[in-house]
Antibody
Framework: EAQVWESGGGLALPGGSLRVSCEAS????????MTWIRQSPGKGLEWVAT????????YYSDSVKGRFTMSRENSNNTVYLQMTGLRGADTAVYFC?????????????WGQGVLVTVSS | DMQMTQSPSSVSASIGETVTITCRAS??????LAWYQQRPGKAPRLLIY???RLQTGVPSRFSGSGSGTDFTLTIHSLQPEDFATYFC?????????FGPGTKVDVK
């Protein structure tokens, strides 16, 4: 059974940096794209970034482009989201999810989420 | 960028009823649509992908239909565990875009 779980959330200052991680098990990690999605308190879901299975291509929402970097280490079954230039609007629960074999956006396994709070 | 809309934004229903939720894309996305269920405090769960394919392990009372710009999620014979918020997701090209959600609550 595919499983993913996030770690590394917490409190960051406006303008500061934070890295969240997502570890996976139960599937051939390098074969699947991975995606970060966030949800601000009481709000809907927002796609943040997706990285290809090989890690050679990453895609970002306009709201984080140039500030966030998604990467992966297939040897460790882990993806990362390095967040810099953090803003209050980045406060959210960040979920990591795996795409299925038909499509990168068909997210069939999700972590429990990790809270990132940006505040002074 | 493309927009995804959902209607209704909320619906009240009773156990055993059928609930229909609509998602509309501002441009043709063929079959590239997924439906997710989210219960309070939990991660979303994939219900339907490719507009009409039922995810493994999801009860058959959930069904999806549509293509192009108009899509529907139908929940037959609503069960207590189905009271949740439902989101659609456009998944053809980046940026992926979620709909704003439809909350299904108890009448």
């Amino acid at each position: 059974e595919a499983q993913v779980w996030e770690s590394g959330g917490g409190l960051a200052l406006p303008g500061g940096s934070l890295r969240v991680s997502c570890e996976a098990s139960g599937f051939l990690f390098k074969a699947y794209a991975m995606t970060w999605i966030r949800q601000s308190p009481g709000k809907g879901l927002e796609w943040v970034a997706t990285i290809s299975g090989g890690g050679d291509a990453a895609y970002y929402s306009d709201s984080v482009k140039g500030r966030f970097t998604m990467s992966r280490e297939n040897s460790n079954n882990t993806v990362y989201l390095q967040m810099t230039g953090l803003r209050g609007a980045d406060t959210a629960v960040y979920f990591c999810a795996k795409g299925n074999s038909l499509g990168r956006g068909y997210l069939d396994s999700w972590g429990q989420g990790v809270l990132v709070t940006v505040s002074s | 960028d493309m927009q995804m809309t959902q209607s209704p934004s909320s619906v009240s229903a009773s156990i055993g009823e059928t609930v229909t939720i609509t998602c509309r894309a501002s441009q043709d996305i063929s079959h590239w649509l997924a439906w997710y269920q989210q219960r309070p405090g939990k991660a979303p769960r994939l219900l339907i992908y490719a507009a009409s394919r039922l995810q493994t392990g999801v009860p058959s009372r959930f069904s999806g239909s549509g293509s192009g710009t108009d899509f529907t999620l139908t929940i037959h014979s609503l069960q207590p565990e189905d009271f949740a918020t439902y989101f659609c997701l456009k998944a053809n090209t980046f940026p992926f875009t979620f709909g704003p959600g439809t909350k299904v609550d108890v009448k």
